[in-house]
Structures are given as C-alpha cells and as structure tokens.
C-alpha cells in the first residue's frame, strides 16, 4: 500500500489559484484581441456586401484607429460626398467601441490576383446559379494568366447533390507547407449559400517564386602533389 500525502497551500493558496479580479491569463487576452479583430473585420464586410473587399488592415495608434480597406470598388465603399464612411464610423463607435476610427479606402488594381476578391466573386456567381465546375476552371485560368505562380480553388459542401464533398481545381506549383508556403501564399475565403446547401470557397495563390537553392561540386586537389612540384621546379 503505498502513502498518501495531504497537501495544504495555506497562505499560497492565492498565489497558486488567483482569484478572476485583477488576474487574466495572456492566452486569454490574446484570443479575446483576436476574435474583437475577426468580428470587426466580418462587420465590415457586411456592411459594403456590394463592394467585393479585400484584406482589411487595423492599426491602432494612441491618437486613432486607422482602418484601411482594400476594395475593387472604392465608390461603393465611400458612397455620395462620404456619407457610407461617416455611416460606418458612427457604427464602429457605437458597436465596437472605436473613439475615432479613421477609414481609408485603397483600390486593388489586380482583382485577380486577391484570393479574398476572387472567394467572394466565385461566391456570388455559385449563388446566381453559375457551375462550380465551369468557375473553377475559369477563375484557375484567370489567375495563372495574371502571373501566379500556382494557385488552387478548393470547393466544401454540397456543390451537386444532397452529400457534402470537396472539389479541388489547381494549376502551376503551390508550396503547403514551409516558410515559403507562410510569406508566398495568400488565401482568401467566404461561404456561398445557394438552395441546396452552403458551400465553403478556399482560394489560395501562389505570388513569388520560393529561392531556388543550387548545389556547387568542389572540385578536389591534390594537396600531396604540391610540395613535389616545387621541388621539381627547383
């Protein structure tokens, strides 16, 4: 039978298990500045559905909040004299807030190399009645011809029947995993809601080619032979 041992914390207790006030765990800051930074950038989507968006930049500065919004359409984003960006102002305060949120809105002049522009337009044309089939290939071939160097098109969900399945289009050389698969591809996503079921849109492209690594031969020398031919030439 082996021993048993009673521990008691007494004056540690504390220290050991910190009451909630005035005691939050990094973690849980992290993942609570994460999901605030998700559910802005989604309210800021809905709000410019018409206007297919980009990536959406948050920087926080003492004086204000810059948000930067990348779109294919800037006077959609801006609306008659401003008045869409002063409308969403007012709501970032009140919802999220935001004591003075500055919106800056940034064209994209190559929408075809923006997987999130490219997700959304695949979207809308899937919930217009368009086949995923044909838009797969189509947006694959649009995007090669732009300058990616590989890309791939990933369809989730019920795209032709009542059974969910994944559908992959992909063209050129797409890294997955590795440093060049994080700082060389961009991915964008979005959800199509058609009559039989929602389907999930990954677009993932491939930007730079990754540094290409060659290998040398050494060439080998005979390092006996070299004192005998001083030698000979004296």
């Known amino acids: 039978m082996g021993r048993r041992f009673l521990f008691s914390f007494g004056k540690y207790k504390d220290l050991c298990f910190p009451k909630e006030k005035g005691f939050v765990m990094k973690e849980r800051i992290f993942i609570q500045k994460a999901k605030e930074l998700v559910n802005l950038q989604e309210f800021i989507r809905k709000q410019f559905t018409q206007a297919k968006c980009g990536e959406i930049e948050i920087q926080h500065t003492p004086i204000v ?4 919004i990348h779109t294919t359409t800037p ?8 008045e869409k960006i002063r409308e969403t102002a007012e709501l970032l305060k009140q919802k999220f807030k935001i004591e003075n949120p500055q919106i800056d809105v940034q064209k994209i002049m190559d929408p075809d190399m923006n997987p999130a522009v490219v997700a959304q337009a695949i979207t809308a044309a899937i919930e217009s009645g368009v086949n995923y089939k044909r838009l797969g290939n189509q947006y694959l071939q649009r995007i090669m011809e732009s300058g990616a160097i590989g890309c791939e098109i990933v369809f989730s969900g019920k795209v032709s029947g009542q059974r969910s399945r994944t559908q992959r289009f992909t063209a050129g050389y797409l890294k997955k995993a590795g440093d060049p698969a994080m700082k060389d591809v961009i991915t964008g996503f979005a959800v199509a809601s058609p009559k039989l079921g929602s389907i999930g849109i990954t677009v993932k492209i491939m930007i730079n080619q990754p540094e290409l690594i060659t290998m040398r031969k050494i060439e080998e020398k005979n390092i006996d032979a070299a004192p005998e031919a001083a030698k000979a030439s004296e």
Not at 65 to 68: D, N
Not at 75 to 82: C, K, R, W
């Open 75 to 82: 006077g959609l984003v801006i609306g008659t004299g401003g």
């Open 65 to 68: 909040t810059r948000i930067v």
